[in-house]
């Protein structure tokens, strides 16, 4: 934290080191996570010298809900679609990659 840092964005960076550590990141990466957090909303609300033009723009990571957070949006694995294909006995279902079991299933 950066010195005069105000005592609650003192303990909002203890709580989100302490989260990301019960959600098993590594010590390093769960302060990397809560400086970086903490950062961004210090620059939002204007506690901050300096800002960067992401920071304080677009929405604020709680309105964002994880939208970037790494996830792909690529739907059910291929293992899913295989057990939905084995359910509706479709037949070669073991041979076919993802796509073509998505396609067998009308997706």
Do not use: C, F, W
């Amino acid at each position: 934290m950066p010195a005069g840092s105000s005592s609650k964005r003192e303990r909002q960076y203890e709580h989100i080191k302490d989260s990301a550590e019960d959600r098993g990141a590594s010590k390093g990466r769960a302060k990397e996570l809560a400086a970086r957090t903490v950062n961004k909303q210090r620059a939002r609300s204007g506690e901050a010298k300096s800002a960067s033009s992401s920071s304080t723009k677009g929405k604020s990571p709680s309105q964002r809900g994880g939208e970037r957070s790494g996830k792909s949006g690529s739907g059910p694995t291929r293992e899913q679609l295989y057990q939905e294909a084995k359910k509706k006995g479709i037949e070669g279902r073991s041979s076919m990659n993802k796509d073509q079991l998505a396609k067998a299933l009308g997706r």
